[in-house]
């Protein structure tokens, strides 16, 4: 193995961290991802044209300049902001923290940062939208993470690259800046369970990898046990994520956008990670155009996610772009139902599981396992014609017993050799179907499988 760089800026600790407010967020596995600001106002469109490209660009994609978007404040009215709504919206979805666009590449604050003037402040609502649904969400027993996008259109002292001097002086005036906003944001809300950073990627973010090592220790002074997402991180050449040894940096691994890896991917069970997801093909503010709305994903594809990302043991952030008045639209409630009513009754093959240990993906869904109480679960979500699954089982185990998870009634199975068993699914569900299987070592002494020489190593 090649020896080791030694770095200033690297991962801060080796290997996952076991505390209990690592633990928890662990076995949260579903989190709400919140994108609302002045982009939910114009909702993909200006000046009459629609842009079908993501709400929260709109600027980019119209050539917005910074001016007038920020006239964007004077509309920020959101009469239907209801904080108490969106929590109870939370929990009836089964999530178990969300995370909420404190400030996004716009430079627009949802909290009225001391630090600037564009903000929920300068709006007609007003008050402090951070404050409000922090108390709201955490009086639900809802986890809180603030997300933080490095990257700003609006501040003059931002650059995408440093090549003079003078880009350096503006630079480190605009770190400084985002560094108090985060200290303001940890010493107002000091609940919040973590941080999530995004538009860290540009090249004077990358050079700048001992800032992002400070915010790493500052957040986490002032909020012990508080959670960053790799993305804030690069080491001092600039490496992201992980670092130049290969750690990984921050508290998860934050990589997995718009996509999850493969569910057959095992290597990913190594780190801690999450992935984030849209229910448009392509935008997180809310996005009132028809042909997006063309993109939507089924409500169920989303739960499909949700249990692939338990079976490799990440956690999934469903995203809601809520609308600029403050209301949810239609399409997200949907989900919320859905995926709520499944979780309410199935929610025991996803809270506090993980992926399953000598289970290969089979195929027709996905297992896993709860490993504080052994069980293994299968989660049936692409139901074959005949109805037929086979659960191809660990070397010497064997299954005792399998339930419904969803009624806990007892489900027959057929033992068909040695490694599978056999269970026959309702072809009609349009649900997935989820069992808990009660798995035991086989003591293979008693009854070795025959094995007919001539066919040995074929
Ligand atoms: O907040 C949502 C999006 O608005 C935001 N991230 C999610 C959570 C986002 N910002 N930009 N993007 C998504 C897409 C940008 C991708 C790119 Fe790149 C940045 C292309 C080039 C620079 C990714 C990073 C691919 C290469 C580097």
Not at 65 to 72: D, K
Not at 224 to 234: E, H, K, M, Q
Not at 405 to 427: H, K, L, Q
Request: charged share 25%; hydrophobic share 40%; net charge negative.
């Amino acid at each position: 193995m090649a020896e080791a760089i030694p770095l200033m800026y690297g991962a801060q600790s080796e290997g996952r961290r076991d505390d209990e407010t690592m633990r928890r967020f662990r076995h949260d596995r579903f989190g709400q991802f919140i994108h609302w600001g002045l982009y939910s106002i114009p909702a993909g469109s200006w000046n009459g044209v629609t842009y079908d490209y993501a709400a929260e660009f709109l600027p980019q994609s119209a050539g917005i300049g910074p001016a007038r978007w920020a006239g964007l404040v004077d509309d920020f009215a959101a009469p239907e902001f209801d904080p108490e709504a969106w929590a109870s919206l939370a929990a009836d979805l089964g999530a178990r923290y969300v995370t909420v666009t404190a400030k996004h590449h716009d430079g627009f604050c949802l909290w009225p940062s001391s630090l600037t003037d564009f903000t929920v402040a300068a709006t007609p609502r007003g008050r402090d939208v951070i404050g409000e649904l922090v108390h709201a969400y955490t009086a639900r027993g809802i986890a809180v993470h603030l997300y933080y996008s490095v990257l700003d259109w609006h501040h003059p002292d931002w650059r995408y690259a440093i090549s003079s001097s003078q880009d350096e002086e503006a630079f480190d005036r605009y770190l400084s800046y985002a560094g108090e906003q985060l200290r303001e944001l940890a010493t107002r809300y000091p609940n919040v369970r973590g941080f999530w950073f995004d538009g860290t990627w540009d090249e004077s973010v990358k050079a700048n990898g001992r800032w992002s090592w400070e915010i790493e220790c500052m957040l986490k002074r002032l909020i012990p046990g508080a959670i960053v997402n790799s993305r804030l991180r690069a080491d001092e050449h600039g490496a992201r994520h992980r670092d130049s040894n290969g750690a990984l940096m921050g508290d998860y691994f934050s990589g997995f956008e718009r996509r999850l890896p493969d569910p057959w991917d095992r290597t990913v069970t190594a780190e801690d990670w999450e992935a984030c997801v849209t229910i448009p093909q392509n935008s997180w503010g809310y996005h009132a155009g028809a042909e997006v709305a063309r993109t939507h994903k089924h409500p169920l594809e989303l739960l499909e996610q949700l249990v692939q990302a338990v079976s490799l043991g990440g956690n999934l952030l469903l995203n809601f772009g809520p609308r600029g008045d403050g209301s949810f639209a239609p399409f997200e409630k949907d989900v919320v139902h859905t995926l709520g009513a499944w979780l309410e009754t199935n929610g025991a093959c996803i809270y506090g599981c993980g992926p399953a240990d000598g289970w290969d993906y089979p195929g027709w869904g996905y297992y896993t396992a709860d490993a504080e109480t052994g069980a293994v679960y299968a989660v049936v979500t692409r139901i074959p014609v005949s109805g037929a699954i086979a659960l191809q089982l660990p070397e010497r185990t064997r299954v005792r017993n399998a339930t419904a998870v969803a009624t806990g009634r007892p489900v027959p199975f057929a033992v068909r050799d040695d490694r599978t068993v056999r269970f026959e699914v309702d072809r009609a569900s349009v649900i997935p179907l989820a069992f808990a299987l009660e798995v035991e070592q086989r003591d293979d002494t008693a009854e070795q499988p025959e094995v007919n020489p001539d066919l040995a190593g074929i």
